[in-house]
Structures are given as C-alpha cells and as structure tokens.
C-alpha cells in the first residue's frame, strides 16, 4: 500500500476523517498495514500498549478470559471498527485480549508512542479523537441497556438485522464469527442461541447454516426486534 492510499484508508476513519492533511500525514507517517489469519493474537489482556488499531478488513474478537478459561466476548468487529485507542490514551496496558476472527484480516496499526507525543504536542487531535470516542460511548451505553432490558429473541433479531448481508435472492448474513462467540457477545448461552435458530428456522423465518443465515422472513425478525412478537 502506498503512502497515500494508507492516508486514505485513514481519513475514512471517524478519528481522523476532520483532520487537517498535514495533521493527518503525520498520523500516516505513525501506521503500518499488516495481513493476518484467523486465530492469530493482536495482544493479551495486560500487555503493554505498543499501538491501536484499524480494521480494513475482516474482523477481530475482543474478550477477556477467566481463571477456568471460559471466554466472555466484549466486543466483536469489522471493516472500518477501530479498537484500543483508550487504552494507548489512558490506561498503558490493553484490559483484553483481541484475536483474529477471519482469513486474510487486514489491519492498521497506529504505533502508541510516536501517536501520544503527536496528542500532546498538536492541538488539533485531541478534539477529532474525543468527539469520535465521545459517539462511540453512546454506542457502547446503548448496549448496555440492550443487554441489560431486551429479551434474548430481540437480541439476536437486532444484531441479525444490523450485519450487513448479500442481496441474492434473499438476504444473508456471514456470521464471521463461532456461534459460541455470538451467544457470548449477545450475553445468552450457547443453548439459547441454538434453540433460536432452531425455531426460527421450524417457522420459516431464516436458514441457519454453518457459518452464514439466510433471512427468509426479515419483517417477522423486525417485529421481534421491536419488540412486538415472536419467540424470545
């Protein structure tokens, strides 16, 4: 990748989209651009921050594992997310573990040193990077109360319904991630999930395959999404 096609890739971003050419060529200047596997390790929980990071494509697990190594997913990503970038500004240390979830995972890397030295010095970066994370907190508080309020039908209908999908003859959604790992961001069991689909597909309203769901009936999936009916 050339220099300004990384520039570009980086003013697509919410972070620096606002951001000045030349402010934006010194963060260009900080990245580097790397192809990963499914499975490979990003960082640890605990792990001193080195850099944040930018999906270009493919996706990314963020989870955290207990002492019996159960896995609670925090966070599950794609294209255009961007991950880390508190903890290089606050904390020092990354709080979880981030892992690759699909073949052929393209990421930037924003490097933490020479990124905190350019927020202290330049003025112009700390308001781009606080009005960005500032809409992601909303984002973030928004799925706290989701967890925390909606049943666990409404849950999968909604996150099914936001996933972008294929516009064959019906909509379908690759998952790009386990199904235990989808019950686990959707805070149900592996059971529930399984019972889901399982009874949505008796009813005709999707096809559950192996890594991909087919959307047969999407306006049954929105009222469930909304609330009005359907199994929960």
Same mark, same amino acid.
């Given at each position: 990748?050339?220099?300004? &096609?990384?520039?570009?890739?980086?003013?697509?971003?919410?972070?620096?989209?606002?951001?000045?050419?030349?402010?934006?060529?010194?963060?260009?200047?900080?990245?580097?651009?790397?192809?990963?596997?499914?499975?490979?390790?990003?960082?640890? &929980?605990? @792990?001193?921050?080195?850099? !944040? !990071?930018?999906? @270009?494509?493919?996706? =990314?697990? $963020?989870?955290?594992?207990?002492?019996?190594?159960?896995?609670? =997913? =925090?966070?599950?990503?794609?294209?255009?997310?961007?991950?880390?970038?508190?903890?290089?500004?606050?904390?020092? #240390?990354?709080?979880?573990?981030?892992? =690759?979830? &699909?073949?052929?995972?393209?990421?930037? &890397?924003?490097?933490?040193?020479?990124?905190?030295?350019?927020?202290?010095?330049?003025? #112009?970066?700390?308001?781009?990077?606080?009005?960005?994370?500032?809409?992601?907190?909303?984002? $973030?508080?928004?799925?706290?109360?989701?967890?925390?309020?909606?049943?666990?039908?409404?849950?999968?209908?909604?996150?099914?319904?936001?996933?972008?999908?294929?516009?064959?003859?019906?909509?379908?959604?690759?998952?790009?991630?386990?199904?235990?790992?989808?019950?686990?961001?959707?805070?149900?069991?592996?059971?529930?999930? %399984?019972? $889901?689909?399982?009874?949505?597909?008796?009813?005709?309203?999707?096809?559950?395959?192996?890594?991909?769901?087919?959307?047969?009936?999407? @306006?049954?999936?929105?009222?469930?999404?909304?609330?009005? %009916?359907?199994?929960?």
């Amino acid at each position: 990748m050339s220099a300004a &096609e990384l520039l570009g890739a980086l003013r697509a971003l919410p972070h620096f989209k606002s951001l000045p050419p030349d402010l934006l060529a010194q963060v260009t200047a900080l990245t580097t651009r790397s192809r990963r596997g499914t499975g490979d390790l990003i960082f640890s &929980e605990g @792990e001193s921050c080195r850099a !944040f !990071f930018a999906i @270009e494509s493919g996706g =990314v697990k $963020l989870y955290r594992a207990s002492p019996d190594g159960h896995e609670q =997913v =925090v966070h599950t990503l794609h294209a255009g997310a961007t991950f880390a970038e508190a903890a290089v500004l606050s904390f020092g #240390r990354y709080p979880v573990n981030a892992v =690759v979830t &699909e073949p052929s995972t393209v990421l930037l &890397e924003i490097g933490a040193e020479g990124f905190l030295r350019l927020f202290r010095e330049d003025a #112009r970066l700390a308001p781009a990077m606080v009005a960005s994370l500032s809409m992601r907190l909303v984002t $973030l508080v928004e799925r706290v109360e989701e967890l925390s309020l909606v049943q666990a039908g409404s849950r999968l209908a909604r996150w099914l319904l936001r996933q972008p999908a294929s516009r064959d003859q019906q909509p379908a959604i690759d998952l790009g991630l386990a199904k235990k790992d989808l019950a686990a961001h959707l805070a149900m069991t592996p059971e529930t999930l %399984s019972r $889901l689909l399982h009874r949505w597909q008796a009813d005709g309203w999707i096809e559950s395959q192996r890594t991909r769901i087919v959307l047969k009936d999407p @306006e049954r999936l929105l009222e469930l999404a909304d609330g009005v %009916s359907g199994p929960t």
